[in-house]
Every structure is written in structure tokens, then in C-alpha cells.
């Protein structure tokens, strides 16, 4: 009878002992666009520092995150646009219930700094400082694939298809402008507000503009599908609105 309260005693202290033990803070790889770049990475300070997780945090292009996670690298959140998003999840990579859209931005148009500044706040005043540009610079991400678009929908597509400037994924067009290596550049908002030696011109008008929208989702080979979960969450959070909008970007409805 002794020995049977003595195991009974053991084992209420091992288990009380066990609860006491908090879980253990995880790391999680994140990779996401240079465009949310500002955002995310103020969203993660607070999220280390609420959870204890820690985040190991890589920039790149939207279209050399989704080669890389094609290519088999595995990040736990995979943080870029809504359609690539869907497109990864859609063979296999990212965990398509785990999806969230976080937020959306503009694109912007800029010149060097002192340079003459060209009226682009309407349709004509747009499509007459592209004719008028030496050189046109555009992404090779979201931003770069709406401006080939909107050339064609302005009829000047092949007018101006000779002076197209469009640098490998992950390039910082505001940083070419400042260089004088491009005369007029468009870029996401986010890309092109904050950078020196740059007038930013402002979002395109209304009509001529085109919003992406950002998201993220969990990978499928993520060991922390828990902690990927809410950091994604985190991000979309109504205290997350702050953080999005100080960044030039646009919280979702």
C-alpha cells in the first residue's frame, strides 16, 4: 500500500514538474520581398519579443523567392505575392489553408534628384513623360509585370519598348534612378519612398494604377508549423496596421 501512494507522489510531481516547463522558443526562417521589407521586419522586433521565437529574416525579389522555394530551399513562412503565393501552394510547397493576405501597395514613379520633374498624376501627364524619358525603369517582380501591361493598354508599348530598363529580381530601381543609370523609374511604393538622392513623384493615377497584394503562408517541410502559424497571424493583426502604413504600404479591408 506504501509503495503504491510513494509511485502515486512520483508521479504527481514529475507531471506538475513537466507543466511548469515552458516550450521551448522555436526559430523560424522567414524569406520575403525587399518591397515589404520595412514592415515585416519591424512586425517581427515585436513578435520575437512577445513570443521569444526568433526569426532568421531573407530579402529577395518575388520572383527569386519563388525560384528558391522551387528549387527545394525550405523557409517556414514564405512571405510574397498573393498569386505567387498561390502558385507555390498550388505544387506542393506552401500549405494552402495557411494563407493570409496581410497587405496591399501601390506603385510609385520617381526621378534623380534635381532632375526636371514630370507631372504623372494623370493618365496623359503619365504617358507623356514616358515618351518624353531618355531611359524607363521597371522591376522584374509584380511592379515590372503591371508596367508592361499598362504600356500596351497607353498604345505605346512599341514606342518606347528601346528604352525599357529592367535589372534582375531583387533590384532596388530607386537606387538606379539616384545613380543616374535610369531616368524615370517605377517601383513599388515602398521601394521608392524612403530612398535618397531620388524625387519621388508619387503613385500612379487612379486609372493607370495597380495594387499587389502581399501575402504569407507556411511551408509544408516547416518543423514550426505552430510558431509559422502565428507569426503569419501577427501580421495581419489590427495592431499590425501601424507598422504597414508607416512603410508606404495599404492594410486590407
Known amino acids: 500500500m506504501l509503495d503504491r501512494i510513494r509511485i502515486r507522489c512520483t508521479a504527481f510531481v514529475i507531471a506538475c514538474t513537466a507543466s511548469s516547463i515552458p516550450l521551448l522558443a522555436a526559430e523560424l526562417k522567414v ?28 530579402w529577395a525579389g518575388s520572383e527569386t523567392i519563388a ?53 504623372v498624376s494623370t493618365t496623359e501627364g503619365l504617358r507623356e513623360a514616358l515618351l518624353k524619358a531618355e531611359s524607363i525603369g521597371i ?29 534582375p529580381s531583387g533590384a532596388q530601381i530607386g537606387n538606379l534612378v539616384a545613380r543616374g543609370d535610369i531616368e524615370l523609374g517605377f517601383q513599388q511604393v515602398t521601394e521608392l519612398v524612403h530612398v535618397k538622392g531620388i524625387q519621388y513623384l508619387g503613385a500612379l493615377p487612379a486609372e493607370a494604377q495597380g495594387f499587389t497584394i502581399w501575402s504569407a503562408a507556411i511551408h509544408t517541410g516547416s518543423k514550426e508549423p505552430d510558431a509559422a502559424g502565428a507569426f503569419i497571424k501577427a501580421l495581419s493583426a489590427p495592431e499590425a496596421a501601424g507598422a504597414i502604413r508607416s512603410s508606404g504600404m495599404e492594410t486590407l479591408p
Request: charged share 25%; hydrophobic share 40%.
Open 31 to 58: 524569406i520575403a520581398p525587399n518591397a515589404v521589407n520595412e514592415a515585416v521586419a519591424e512586425l517581427s522586433t515585436r513578435f520575437e519579443k512577445e513570443t521569444k521565437h526568433t526569426l532568421v529574416l531573407s
Open 67 to 119: 525560384k528558391r522555394v522551387s528549387d527545394g530551399e525550405i523557409f517556414d513562412v514564405v512571405v510574397s505575392t498573393s498569386p505567387g503565393l498561390d502558385r507555390l501552394a498550388k505544387e506542393g510547397w506552401l500549405v494552402t489553408a495557411s494563407k493570409r493576405d496581410f497587405s496591399r501597395s501601390a506603385i510609385a514613379a520617381a526621378v534623380k534628384a534635381g532632375a526636371a520633374r514630370p507631372d
Open 139 to 167: 522591376s522584374s517582380g509584380a511592379s515590372g509585370r503591371y508596367m508592361e501591361q499598362l504600356f500596351q493598354k497607353l498604345g505605346i508599348a512599341d514606342q518606347i519598348k528601346h528604352k525599357i530598363k529592367q535589372p
